[in-house]
């Protein structure tokens, strides 16, 4: 019962270096969310995936990109790493057809840029 | 505007002692709040929604729309209460699901 699943859990990059954070999800929620946890600022939304085939800007979208592969799956890249993108990246899904569900998280992606 | 407030970063009890943890919110509309946790090691949970009106391993947190509040009490904390929590308000902008989240609170219960 893996739920919502993240790779890698651990990446160490270079400044200007590029990467892409994978995201899966087994519980057919149609919605999907990255945030990112800095101390003291919370979980900040940088992207969404309202219903496959859709992608909304957040509250931190600069510097991200992302792709709603399928029903699934929803990616995050980093196309030119920066320091200020060193973070824990957290993946997200839930059901949004009838109503608001509480999200699923997964075990987040922790992220070093040097 | 929207945004969800809890203004301390890090809580310290005793074991038995009570436990508030505060969440102010703004917003126009009718709120729709939440209470996440993070246990060391684990992945962000669901403790409880306040349409739900539940007690979760003894919490509690009611809506107080003329404070604009969300505070999560339990009357006898528990070591293994030890955690960060967040407090989430589901955002405006049709049925996509999203949440602010405050900037969270670190509970730390002491033997």
């Known amino acids: 019962n893996a739920g919502v699943t993240q790779t890698p859990k651990f990446q160490v990059l270079k400044t200007g270096q590029s990467m892409t954070l994978q995201c899966a999800q087994d519980m057919n929620h149609n919605s999907m969310y990255w945030y990112r946890q800095d101390p003291g600022m919370g979980l900040r939304l940088i992207y969404y995936s309202a219903s496959e085939g859709t992608t909304d800007k957040g509250e931190v979208p600069n510097g991200y990109n992302v792709s709603r592969l399928n029903k699934r799956e929803f990616s995050l890249r980093l196309e030119s790493a920066a320091p200020s993108q060193t973070s824990v990246y957290f993946c997200?899904?839930?059901?949004?057809?009838?109503?608001?569900?509480?999200?699923?998280f997964g075990d987040g992606t922790r992220l070093s840029i040097l | 505007a929207q945004r969800v407030t809890q203004p301390e970063k890090l809580l310290s009890v005793f074991k038995g002692a009570p436990v508030e943890l505060k969440c102010n919110y703004s917003y126009s509309g009718s709120p729709e709040l939440f209470w996440y946790v993070q246990y060391s090691r684990q992945r962000l949970q669901l403790l409880l929604r306040h349409i739900s009106r539940e007690s979760i391993k003894g919490f509690t947190a009611d809506l107080n729309k003329g404070e604009t509040s969300f505070h999560l009490k339990k009357p006898f904390a528990q070591e293994e209460d030890s955690a960060m929590y967040y407090c989430?308000?589901?955002?405006?902008?049709?049925?996509?699901?999203?949440?602010?989240f405050g900037q969270g609170t670190t509970l730390q219960v002491k033997p």
């Open positions: 997200a899904s839930s059901e949004t057809y009838r109503g608001t569900w509480p999200q699923h």
């Open positions: 989430a308000l589901k955002g405006l902008g049709g049925n996509t699901g999203k949440l602010i």
